[in-house]
């Protein structure tokens, strides 16, 4: 049998299927003749292990689906038998089944099993899958001892969904004396990454760039809340920070737009407050922030920062930083993740040799495919995170350590290279 499919992941994907037809042998039914009599029919049920089936999700299916339907059941034979026992594992691991009385669906991975009749058991729910191959073993076992089971394996295919993207870097301040040699064009580098096959070749509507002395706190502020809300469920949201990271007496912090007056900073500064705030109206799915913002060692503003504070400059800024995807964690249930330049030791260290900074530099070469361990075709938080950790304490001889925050799977894909 032959059955034409058109699969709802993936518009422009038709495919025929072949299923093999199998008779089941629940009841075996054997016939004798007595002599010249009428045949007389002997019935014999059919006793042997219990038969599994599933319904979905299909083996060796495709999707782009993070979370399917489990649905299936199991029939017991023979007089008085009956399903003792079902365990369902995922990847290795045990999902929670529980038995119920009547159909509800529970939270993903938690299963439920119902008797529909003492020979008869229907196990339903939701799986939640990684990207790449999974693996989803059922197993059961009946009053008698007997067992089946039954494997299934779904591919996750990576999907970015649609990315909405603000990218701000200022070299340029209003205040000459908080300048920077590379913020400006690191920030348009990785906007050309965006805009690049690999980083999904973002169209004008769903990225912004933000340099010099367009980077004021207002466009800023507007930009993100203009831009990124227009994001749903299904999309990824990511934002690019290079400028200072500054902190005031009431230890507030700041990012430092073009027009930023750090003795009036809380009025031309953009705080990691209104930050949140605006991240919080998001609806996308996932939210990808790299900061690149602990550049006071290099400037002007530096030397004016150590005198009006009695305490460690960059360590007090990268700390406030990397608590960032923290505070978003809890208001929030959009997955966010940040990398930040620098951990709380380590200033953002910029050069010619590089180009630029040595954290765009890493970054960028790692998502255009240097950072793919595993030689798939996505690189994915942890291959990124594993090649910034390395790479950039390997260029900088230990002096700038950078720090991955992270509240999405690991193998979440950032960018496509094959």
């Not at 494997?151 to 000459?176: E, M």
């Not at 912090?253 to 991240?279: H, K, P, Q, W």
Request: aromatic share 8%.
């Amino acid at each position: 049998m032959s059955v034409r499919v058109n699969q709802a992941d993936f518009d422009d994907l038709n495919t025929t299927v072949a299923y093999r037809l199998e008779r089941q042998t629940a009841l075996v039914q054997k016939v004798k003749t007595i002599g010249g009599s009428a045949a007389s029919n002997s019935i014999t049920a059919y006793s042997g292990p219990p038969e599994l089936y599933i319904n979905s999700p299909n083996m060796n299916v495709t999707t782009i689906k993070e979370i399917v339907d489990l649905h299936g059941s199991v029939m017991a034979f023979g007089r008085g038998n009956a399903v003792e026992e079902l365990t369902i594992t995922l990847n290795g691991s045990s999902l929670t089944v529980i038995p119920v009385q009547e159909e509800i669906r529970l939270d993903p991975n938690q299963i439920t099993r119902r008797a529909m009749e003492e020979e008869k058991t229907i196990f339903d729910g939701l799986i939640k899958l990684r990207p790449g191959v999974n693996e989803l073993k059922i197993k059961c076992r009946d009053r008698n001892g007997q067992k089946s089971d039954r494997v299934i394996r779904i591919t996750k295919k990576a999907k970015l969904g649609n990315i909405y993207a603000v990218v701000v870097g200022i070299s340029n301040f209003a205040n000459s004396e908080y300048n920077l040699d590379y913020a400006a064009s690191d920030a348009t580098k990785f906007y050309n990454f965006l805009r690049s096959k690999a980083g999904g070749q973002l169209p004008d509507n769903q990225i912004k760039l933000l340099s010099n002395f367009s980077a004021t706190r207002a466009n800023v502020i507007g930009s993100l809340n203009n831009l990124l809300g227009r994001s749903t469920r299904e999309d990824t949201v990511e934002i690019y920070l290079a400028t200072h990271g500054y902190i005031d007496f009431n230890g507030d912090f700041y990012y430092i737009c073009y027009d930023t007056d750090i003795e009036n900073v809380m009025a031309t500064g953009f705080s990691d407050r209104e930050l949140t705030d605006v991240l919080k109206k998001i609806n996308a799915g996932k939210i990808i922030i790299y900061l690149d913002a602990c550049h006071s060692g290099v400037s002007g503003l530096g030397e004016r920062y150590a005198k009006r504070r009695d305490i460690g400059v960059y360590g007090d800024v990268n700390e406030r930083i990397n608590g960032l995807v923290g505070a978003l964690s809890k208001i929030s249930q959009t997955g966010v993740v940040t990398f930040s330049a620098s951990s709380t030791e380590g200033y953002s260290l910029e050069n010619q040799k590089w180009d630029g900074g040595v954290f765009t530099h890493c970054l960028i070469n790692g998502l255009k495919g240097a950072a793919n361990q595993n030689a798939d075709e996505w690189v994915d938080i942890n291959e990124i995170d594993n090649y910034l950790r390395k790479n950039i304490m390997v260029l900088t001889g230990g002096k700038q350590k950078p720090k991955m925050n992270n509240r999405l799977s690991g193998e979440t894909p950032l960018s496509k290279v094959r």
